[in-house]
Structure formats: structure tokens, C-alpha cells
């Protein structure tokens, strides 16, 4: 139904920088809503960052300033540039989309910000490794 190729997983030493792409096929339309997560080995999965249609993003508090999220929508394509890399970002990096799109709440001045939870995705990629040495 919709498939998954993820790429640009490694291992880098502190300090460095990996860029992941994610290529999204099959029946999800062209308005999804495109996300990273993480998940390290006995945690939780974590929200990375999430990326709406329109190039509206939402990052983690943790990596804000040092990671950034795109897409190219023609290409059904996502990226995560991620630099000074630390050791807390070692873990497994799962692509995702949520064919509803990404809801938005607005505030009274019509700006409005997007979600960043499992809960509005419901495809998901295979993981890429990202290790980070010391």
C-alpha cells in the first residue's frame, strides 16, 4: 500500500553530521503529513521532527537548532540534516506519514503549529541506524 526507502543512516563521531532522505510510494495522496522518530535501545519512540505540506515544521525541544526537516513533495521525498551530532542521538530513525495530513491548531492571530506524535502517522519505514561516537 505505501512503502518506505530510507537512506543516509551511519556512524559519526560527536560533533559530526548525517543527512537521512526518505522516499515515500503507493496510495497516500500528496498532502501527507511527513515525520522522523527515533527510538534507542530500551526507550521510548520519540517524536524527531514533522513537516506538514505546506513546509510548516516542528521540532523536538532536543534537537531545535541543530537538526532541520524538508521535503521535496514532487518526489514524495523527506530529509533530516543533522548536525553536531551528540551521543543522546544514537538510536534507531524511523520515517513516517500520516495520510490525513497534519492537523493544525491555530491560535487567535491565525499562526498555528503542528503535531509531533506517533498518534498522527500511520506509515512507517523499515529504520535507519544512526550510531555517535564520543
Known amino acids: 500500500q505505501v512503502q518506505f526507502v530510507e537512506s543516509g543512516g551511519g556512524s559519526v563521531q560527536s560533533g559530526g553530521s548525517l543527512r537521512l532522505s526518505c522516499v515515500v510510494s503507493?496510495?497516500?495522496?500528496?498532502?501527507?503529513?511527513m515525520g522522523w522518530f527515533r527510538q534507542a535501545p530500551g526507550k521510548k519512540r520519540e517524536g524527531v521532527a514533522s513537516i506538514d505540506s505546506d513546509g510548516r515544521a516542528r521540532y523536538a525541544d532536543s534537537v531545535k537548532g541543530r537538526f532541520t526537516i524538508s521535503r521535496d513533495t514532487g518526489k514524495n521525498t523527506a530529509f533530516l540534516q543533522m548536525n553536531s551530532l551528540e551521543v543522546e542521538d544514537q538510536a534507531m530513525y524511523y520515517c513516517a506519514a500520516g495520510s490525513m495530513g497534519c492537523p493544525r491548531r491555530y491560535d487567535s492571530t491565525g499562526n498555528y503549529d503542528i503535531p509531533l506524535s506517533h498518534a498522527n502517522f500511520d506509515y512507517w519505514g523499515q529504520g535507519t541506524q544512526v550510531t555517535v561516537s564520543s
Open positions: 503507493g496510495n497516500i495522496g500528496s498532502r501527507y503529513c
